[in-house]
């Protein structure tokens, strides 16, 4: 616990407990997507600030998932801004740090002194900076949904295309089978009856052909 905790805080800092130091292992990202901010969110956060999108290979677990936001390297809330229920969002973890939630002087702070890693959703800063995320993960996330289905149809047309091959090897079995049993019934016929002409006669003794 403590030492995923510290993967969130960019300040050096050396924890041991019990002689046993604490060492996060970064998560593995398959793909990373930086967003600036544009214009009309740049004057309220920042022009500065890079929110870092990545995805995983893997899904991930709860509280692993979402977004790190920080102000000054100092960790304040993870979320997806949202998205926490949709489709692929458990892939989807990265960071942000907006110095503007420290620096700001909105009438209404950003968080409260109990520094309880939850955000005030009634901070303009705030409000603009989680309607920027929402909409730069949702870009990602759709990107993903669409990547999956394509997967699925794909893994469907393999798997419909595996089992026409089966079938019809199943096919030509019984022709190749139906095949012998009439070649062999014709040599039967042939052997026994030399080369009687058969038109317009019937004998109990013949054995009748398919067709």
């Known amino acids: 616990y403590v030492a995923r905790h510290l993967k969130r805080y960019r300040h050096?800092?050396?924890?041991?407990?019990?002689?046993?130091?604490?060492?996060?292992?970064?998560?593995?990202?398959?793909?990373?997507?930086?967003?600036?901010?544009?214009?009309?969110?740049?004057?309220?956060?920042?022009a500065d600030v890079e929110l870092l999108i990545k995805v995983s290979p893997v899904p991930l677990e709860t509280e692993n998932i979402g977004i790190d936001i920080l102000s000054h390297g100092i960790w304040h809330e993870t979320t997806l801004a949202g998205l926490e229920d949709k489709d692929?969002?458990?892939?989807?973890?990265?960071?942000?740090?907006?110095?503007?939630?420290?620096?700001?002087?909105?009438?209404?702070p950003a968080f409260d002194n109990t520094r309880n890693n939850t955000l005030n959703k009634a901070n303009p800063y705030v409000v603009v900076l989680l309607a920027w995320m929402a909409?730069?993960?949702?870009?990602?996330?759709?990107t993903l949904v669409e990547e999956e289905r394509n997967r699925r149809r794909s893994q469907e047309a393999q798997?419909?295309?595996?089992?026409?091959?089966?079938?019809?090897?199943?096919?030509?079995d019984d022709f190749d089978e139906l095949q012998k049993n009439l070649a062999a019934s014709a040599r039967r016929i042939s052997g026994r009856r030399g080369n009687l002409d058969?038109?317009?006669?019937s004998d109990s003794n013949l054995e009748p052909l398919p067709g």
């Open 159 to 172: 798997h419909l295309e595996e089992e026409a091959s089966r079938i019809a090897d199943i096919i030509n």
């Open 12 to 46: 050096t800092a050396r924890v041991l407990i019990n002689g046993l130091q604490c060492v996060h292992q970064d998560r593995q990202a398959k793909e990373t997507i930086r967003c600036k901010t544009p214009p009309e969110v740049a004057q309220t956060i920042g």
């Open 198 to 201: 058969l038109s317009g006669e």
């Open 88 to 108: 692929m969002s458990q892939f989807l973890f990265g960071e942000v740090d907006v110095p503007a939630l420290e620096d700001n002087e909105a009438k209404i």
């Open 135 to 142: 909409q730069e993960l949702e870009k990602v996330r759709k």
